[in-house]
């Protein structure tokens, strides 16, 4: 079993900077991938990022592309979202999570462990 606990959401304004924090026990990561997600009101629960954690592979969703950062810290335990240029479309709760293996994958339904999801509001 793998714990995930999200720190870190807020109230921004548009244009501003959060950093998202998801700190893991329970077991070792290394041969998982960690990824973030966000599910807005009525929204279906979208990918928006994921880090392998055994070689630091990172992928973007499109429209984060170019202002959100995956990363980790293998001493911590840690996975970040950095958050930059938000926009109010951003407005979601984002969720931290983990799958076991390797393989990569973009779809919420592979992925076997979730965090209880911290609320990103960002105000025009």
């Known amino acids: 079993q793998v714990q995930l606990v999200e720190s870190g959401g807020g109230l921004v304004q548009a244009g501003g900077s959060l950093r998202l924090s998801c700190a893991a026990s329970?077991?070792?990561?290394?041969?998982?991938?960690m990824g973030w997600f966000r599910q807005a009101p009525g929204k279906e629960r979208e990918f928006v990022a994921h880090?392998?954690?055994?070689?630091?592979?990172?992928y973007n969703a499109a429209s984060v592309k170019g202002r959100f950062t995956i990363s980790r810290d293998n001493a911590k335990n840690t996975v970040y979202l950095q958050m930059n240029s938000l926009k109010p479309e951003d407005t979601a709760v984002y969720y931290c999570?983990?799958?076991?293996?390797?393989?990569?994958?973009?779809?919420?339904?592979?992925?076997?462990?979730w965090g209880q999801g911290t609320q990103v509001t960002v105000s025009s």
């Open positions: 999570a983990a799958k076991d293996g390797v393989v990569v994958h973009f779809k919420a339904s592979e992925y076997d462990y």
């Open positions: 329970g077991r070792t990561l290394s041969r998982h991938v």
């Open positions: 880090i392998r954690w055994s070689d630091g592979n990172t």
